[in-house]
């Protein structure tokens, strides 16, 4: 059950280290947005909440905020969604929108956080990931089910243990070393069955 269960997760795995490759070829290039915006205005406020994730040279932007302003308003009233979409911007500065003084920036990560109070009150949080760093850790399970594949396929071919390794040419039915049933005497039993 266990092996089965780490099987499927390493190809869950394998297929998000796919899509994460595609995706970092394409942010090369063409900037993909995809985002959501939420704005709710009274005849003296009004809200507006955003989440965009953004595609962009190697990096996976994420940017959530919200904005709040107290004044006279001009803006149609009522609430407004705009539901989740897709569009490419043909110029982005990177530098820009993370904040030259804010947040941090470290081997193509960053983070930083705008807080403002009212009149005009921000909280705005941005955080980029490099694709590098979502490739790797998208691709340790499907590599570590591998070198399993690969040991196990070793063993059965030397004639060892699957479970230990140890060398069954002497004991073909059951290892000494750990004492489990060996691959060719399970399958006989199976076929006997």
Not at 13 to 40: I, K, Q
Not at 115 to 136: F, I, K, S
């Amino acid at each position: 059950m266990r092996r089965r269960l780490f099987s499927i997760l390493s190809m869950a795995s394998l297929l998000v280290c796919a899509a994460v490759t595609a995706l970092w070829v394409r942010s090369y290039f063409a900037t993909d947005v995809l985002g959501r915006e939420r704005m709710y205005t009274t005849p003296n406020t009004h809200e507006r909440s955003t989440l965009y994730l953004i595609a962009q040279r190697g990096r996976l932007l994420y940017d959530r905020a919200w904005y709040f302003e107290q004044a006279p308003m001009t803006l149609e009233l009522g609430e407004r969604v705009y539901p989740m979409h897709h569009y490419t911007v043909p110029e982005f500065d990177f530098a820009e929108w993370l904040g030259r003084r804010d947040g941090f920036r470290l081997l193509g990560f960053g983070w930083s956080r705008t807080q403002r109070p009212l009149p005009e009150a921000v909280d705005a949080t941005r955080a980029a990931v490099p694709c590098w760093a979502l490739w790797l850790s998208s691709a340790v399970l499907p590599w570590v089910r591998w070198r399993q594949w690969r040991r196990r396929r070793a063993r059965r071919r030397r004639g060892a243990c699957l479970a230990c390794g140890y060398d069954l040419r002497a004991t073909p039915g059951r290892c000494p070393e750990c004492g489990a049933v060996a691959a060719a005497a399970a399958d006989a039993n199976a076929a006997a069955a």
